[in-house]
DNA sequence: CAAATTTAGTGAACATTGTTCAAAATATCA
DNA sequence: TGATATTTTGAACAATGTTCACTAAATTTG
């Protein structure tokens, strides 16, 4: 069919400019600054076309998370190749921690806002599986490591999340703005210390 | 001045009823759904009002996150008397997840909103007192463990600033609703089991 | 005490947001 | 070409933060 194909890849390709346009706009103005309407006015479409698209705020607000992840998972993924596991995942918390300050926007979207977690729950299968891919691929590592004897004394899933919570909260509460006004330190070099400094705890047998 | 002196008094009172008005609110709602329509509602008295004692809602805002860190602070005082500094830093670190989880609206003002930061930066002395202070309250026991020979190789700033990103990090992630989407846990139990592993790789010399 | 002045409070109105939907424009097909 | 289906539009709605001309009350003054 080629009229019918055509349209399919006219709506696809529609679809994409919207995502584009949006993933743009926050990356620039912030995800609060970025409404429906400078969404439409960027693509030169009125704002009930972007919802022909998207049910709500929420699913376009979600697909970017969704993107956000994707992006994630492939700078992860260089990292493969890394065979000692402790080096491995120091190399994924320091990826972590800088995909948060490169994109502090998609960062605080993937694990701070409400909206993409809104849109998950209204789902019918419930499931956040980017958080839990990317969580599993966490513990993997975290488990190979203590293949090898580290973490002693330690479980395998509380560990994994006390490590994310770590690196985590040093993104949120940089990108948040708590560290200046609290510790009077310049942020980004403090976070990058603190996070050595965490490594430093993590390799003590 | 007997007449001066009653006015300031009603004012204060006025302005203490709004403040409560809006705690109660969003600890029942939510801060999302407190509008400062529902506060005058709440009070009984009109929109404009509200404005007569408050800038504007960012001010309210930091007002009540203001509130939350004395809460916080007279909780955390009652811990000032276990002489063991680790001892205490372990208390420190599980009242604060305790008030956390007890007060997820107020934490979440406190830590990840905006508004407050907001209101800090328009201020002259943009200094977020309430941060610092409680940052040193918890440097000042870490420096007291590693004058007890603890944390042998790590620096006081960049580790306090690690404990407080861990913690608060764990809380976070809980009150954002990442928890249980990611490790398909139990976040109470999670939580819990967590901070319990991240005292074993505190206490480790 | 009555008038003038100051203070406190009101709520309609504005701008900005997300969202909807009847109508218009465009494309497809017979 | 004319009928039908699809796509797009933008005015309109509800909710929000905010403002401000007005009213009401309290206080001061002569």
């Given at each position: ?81 890394v065979?000692d596991?402790?080096e491995r ?117």
């Open positions: 069919m080629g009229v019918a194909e055509r349209k399919a890849k006219e709506k696809e390709e529609l679809r994409a400019l919207i995502l584009n346009a949006a993933k743009d706009l926050f990356a620039e103005k912030g995800i609060d600054q970025t409404t429906i309407r400078s969404i439409a006015k960027e693509i030169e479409y009125s704002v009930g076309t972007v919802y022909l698209y998207f049910k709500d705020k929420n699913q376009i607000l979600h697909e970017l998370h969704s993107e956000g992840f994707l992006k994630l998972a492939k700078e992860m993924r260089t990292l493969f190749h065979s596991p402790m995942l120091k190399a994924l918390g320091r990826t972590y921690m800088s995909f948060a300050l490169e994109n502090t926007q998609m960062y605080d979207l993937m694990f701070n806002m409400r909206a993409p977690m809104e849109f998950v729950k209204e789902q019918e299968e419930q499931n956040w599986h980017e958080g839990s891919n990317a969580f599993d691929a966490l513990r993997n590592t975290v488990k190979e490591c203590m293949d090898q004897g580290y973490f002693k004394g330690h479980s395998l899933q509380p560990l994994s999340f006390t490590i994310w919570s770590c690196v985590h909260g040093m993104c949120s509460l940089y990108i948040r703005e708590r560290v200046k006004g609290a510790t009077g330190q310049d942020p980004e070099k403090l976070l990058y210390d603190a996070f050595e400094d965490f490594l430093l705890m993590l390799v003590k047998r």
